[in-house]
């Protein structure tokens, strides 16, 4: 190996400090104030088992860390952040709460995403020309805002199943049902009543508990005839 004022092999010394050309490997610890590739090339930094990068403070404990290996990358430290071009926070993660800032959040799941406890959001939509559907398979899902919910489908079906119950419920208000069609098809029928003439057009008729049921419409009310149903 040749030694020179300018250094040796591989290794130059410059006003901005030393320069290394090629592949360089370091057997102890480097300390440098900065270390960079040459313009227009990229820097990597490659480890037969992992890199690890530390923030120690006066103490030499470790603030933050950086560990990429081969089971994957791992990060430590109070607050994880990921900014954009524009310095606008797309990501965040602490102890107590994880933030996405991203306009649109997707997920690619086949299976959709799964909250174990609540969400809070202001919008949940989907995709142009996708589906939208929200399930609880084995528990109740209970949708709450202090204003109001509304539930919007412009070029498509709004569907409602459940196995028990469906309950819709205003404490202070109304709910309103505003279609050009309103359909009950199972409905259960009242008993056919000789008076007046059989026709095909009813009455919907409420029973003490709420149940409803349809009656065959006479001259006057025929619902008290069908009390029955509400049994």
Request: with cysteine; net charge neutral; charged share 25%.
């Amino acid at each position: 190996m040749n030694f020179t004022i300018d250094g040796m092999g591989n290794l130059r010394i410059t006003e901005k400090g030393l320069r290394l050309e090629g592949d360089s490997e370091f057997l102890k610890p480097l300390y440098a104030k900065e270390i960079r590739s040459r313009p227009g090339n990229p820097l990597y930094l490659q480890s037969a088992r992992n890199v690890t990068v530390n923030i120690l403070n006066d103490e030499m404990k470790v603030l933050t860390g950086l560990v990429t290996g081969p089971q994957g990358v791992e990060a430590y430290g109070k607050r994880f952040e990921v900014l954009s071009n524009s310095g606008k926070m797309l990501f965040s993660a602490t102890e107590e709460e994880v933030v996405v800032g991203a306009e649109r959040l997707r997920v690619l799941g086949a299976e959709g995403t799964v909250f174990p406890k609540s969400i809070e959001t202001p919008n949940v939509r989907a995709d142009p020309f996708k589906e939208l559907r929200l399930e609880s398979p084995t528990r109740a899902l209970v949708m709450e805002a202090p204003k109001g919910i509304e539930i919007n489908a412009e070029a498509g079906n709004l569907l409602a199943t459940c196995r028990t119950d469906l309950r819709l419920e205003s404490k202070d208000g109304e709910i309103s049902l505003n279609a050009a069609n309103i359909k009950l098809p199972r409905l259960p029928r009242g008993a056919y009543s000789s008076m007046g003439l059989k026709q095909n057009v009813y009455e919907i008729c409420v029973c003490s508990n709420g149940r409803l049921f349809l009656s065959q419409a006479g001259s006057s009310s025929t619902c008290q005839i069908n009390t029955s149903v509400c049994l």
